[in-house]
């Protein structure tokens, strides 16, 4: 363990910008981060994990801490569910693959999500009808001031939509070493509510799906959907889908009487960003190495070399576009660092 001086952080990070760290500290175990954590008690650092769910704007004058944590464990296991831990530094889809080969069910929708174990309870990654709350049982977390551990049941984790504690009351003060699941061995609940997942199964003449038939229709539709970031920069859904009340939804619908919509509740309804974005004529628009994919309006990318700065300008002018279009103001979904 050492640290690495002028780091390129390309590799680093999903949208492959290649920010330099000024200190980089890769840590493979909880007493490493113990560790460096007390002996770097005067810096200033920046928690680095999967890269997945940020923007890198410029370079970082800090020591950047790298958690690569790896390992999954069986705590509990009976006939009908298990218990099971994944360190923070697993990569997310390989340990929902992990779940999946043994049978374990209850995250099969959550399947090529992008980025590592620890970030998924920071912000509650959630895919076609699920999130990570609705089967997470605790985290664990060092206390970067204290370097002592505390455990987060799932309701102090005050869970929203892509949101949690980490995000807000408590965001900057933990690293996430551990997430702890209860998922089903049998008798498996699937959500095949959307209707795409439902359209990918019929395809398949699959009637009475299994958890690998739900993760297997994920995968299809993401992969026909979404850029992989391997072959262009990208960090997923870079909005959030906006929650707007029923009587501006009505208003809109108005205007717009094929705007797509799911309802939350009587007072509330979600409207894809998505197809917002679409509307504002953003889809498959390029600015240098910069643009909006080409498949999905949500994804901004890096074909090249594109600067965080230049991919961050193109989301202003998406949201600038979308308020004035709709009267709605998109948040980032990514992290804007």
């Known amino acids: 363990m050492k640290i690495e001086h002028h780091k390129s952080l390309k590799k680093y990070n999903t949208f492959g910008i290649d920010a330099t760290a000024k200190e980089f500290i890769e840590i493979t175990s909880e007493s490493e981060l113990i560790n460096t954590l007390s002996s770097n008690i005067d810096k200033e650092l920046f928690i680095l994990s999967g890269g997945s769910n940020m923007l890198l704007t410029k370079d970082l004058d800090t020591l950047v801490v790298h958690i690569a944590i790896k390992g999954i464990t069986i705590l509990k296991e009976t006939d009908t569910f298990v218990q099971v831990a994944v360190n923070a530094g697993e990569n997310w889809h390989d340990f929902v693959q992990y779940c999946i080969k043994n049978n374990f069910g209850g995250i099969e929708n959550l399947s090529l999500i992008p980025g590592y174990a620890g970030s998924a309870p920071i912000q509650n990654i959630g895919a076609y009808g699920v999130e990570l709350k609705d089967t997470m049982e605790s985290c664990e977390a060092i206390d970067i001031a204290t370097a002592k551990k505390h455990v987060f049941s799932n309701k102090d984790c005050k869970f929203g939509y892509r949101n949690s504690i980490f995000k807000n009351e408590v965001k900057g003060k933990y690293i996430i070493t551990k997430v702890t699941f209860k998922l089903s061995k049998n008798n498996h609940v699937l959500n095949t509510s959307y209707g795409a997942i439902e359209n990918a199964l019929v395809d398949k003449g699959i009637t009475n799906p299994t958890i690998k038939d739900v993760s297997e229709a994920v995968i299809q539709i993401r992969k026909s959907k979404l850029p992989d970031p391997a072959e262009i920069g990208n960090s997923g ?40 974005i679409e509307q504002g004529g953003f889809k498959g628009k390029r600015w240098g190495d910069a643009g909006v994919h080409k498949k999905q309006a949500l994804v901004l990318v890096n074909y090249n070399n594109a600067t965080g700065e230049e991919i961050l300008t193109i989301a202003r002018k998406i949201q600038k576009e979308i308020n004035e279009k709709f009267a709605i103001k998109l948040e980032t979904e990514v992290n804007i660092i």
Do not use: C
Request: proline fraction near 10%; hydrophobic fraction near 40%.
């Open 237 to 276: 859904s870079f909005f959030k889908n906006p929650v707007i009340s029923a009587a501006h939804f009505l208003e809109l619908q108005k205007t717009y009487p094929d705007i797509p919509s799911y309802k939350l509740d009587d007072q509330n309804i979600k409207v894809p960003a998505g197809w917002l």
